[in-house]
């Protein structure tokens, strides 16, 4: 049953050959980050995003699970944990699918292509339909605010809410003010 195995190393190295840059999680090679940059031509052009992808014991056989780590405002990613609803990975993956076609073929399609009636972000989609000029500069904010090349470096934060992000910023306060009282 080493076949799974083995096919899993091949579509991870094809993936790193195809100059992608590839970041291991743990020791094995079920789970890793991908930067990947938003199509030529549409609004996301310009847009890097860290790609978490974890590789089911299955694999090939069974569909990664691919979710945005950076925020991205598009119907069909939700918002709040990234992950992505594409038919292609959710329920028509076959085998004959590999790594490269999601980050070459699959992903881009999604960004080129989103489809407002199948929505994880609910608001992205009724936007999309009410008022497609708003919703480009919508896409285009969230590409200005989130996905900078700089943003993908350890941001994983980046999905908090304010609320969340005001707790974080108390808790560092709270370990200064106890540092300083020690010595």
């Known amino acids: 049953m080493s076949s799974p195995s083995k096919r899993r190393e091949m579509d991870l190295m094809k993936l790193m050959m195809s100059d ?47 979710g945005f780590v950076n925020k ?20 028509t993956w076959s085998p004959m699918f590999d790594l490269v076609n999601v980050f070459e073929v699959f992903l881009p399609q999604l960004l080129l292509y989103p489809n407002a009636s199948d929505p994880l972000n609910g608001e992205a989609a ?23 090349p700089e943003d993908i470096g350890a941001k994983t934060e980046e999905k908090s809410s304010d609320e969340e992000l005001s707790e974080d910023d108390y808790n560092s306060d ?7 009282a020690d010595p």
Request: glycine letters at 6%; hydrophobic letters at 30%.
């Open 20 to 66: 992608y840059k590839v970041e291991m999680i743990d020791d094995g090679m079920q789970e890793f980050y991908v930067e990947f940059n938003g199509p030529k031509e549409s609004l996301y052009q310009g847009g890097v995003w860290k790609i978490r992808v974890e590789l089911p014991d299955a694999y090939p056989y069974k569909s990664p699970s691919i």
């Open 72 to 91: 991205i405002y598009h119907p069909n990613v939700d918002e709040m944990s990234g992950s992505v609803c594409l038919d292609v990975i959710n329920q």
């Open 126 to 148: 009724a936007l999309m339909m009410r008022d497609h000029t708003v919703y480009d500069q919508r896409v285009k904010e969230y590409c200005e605010k989130y996905a900078k």
């Open 174 to 180: 709270d370990d200064q003010v106890v540092g300083k």
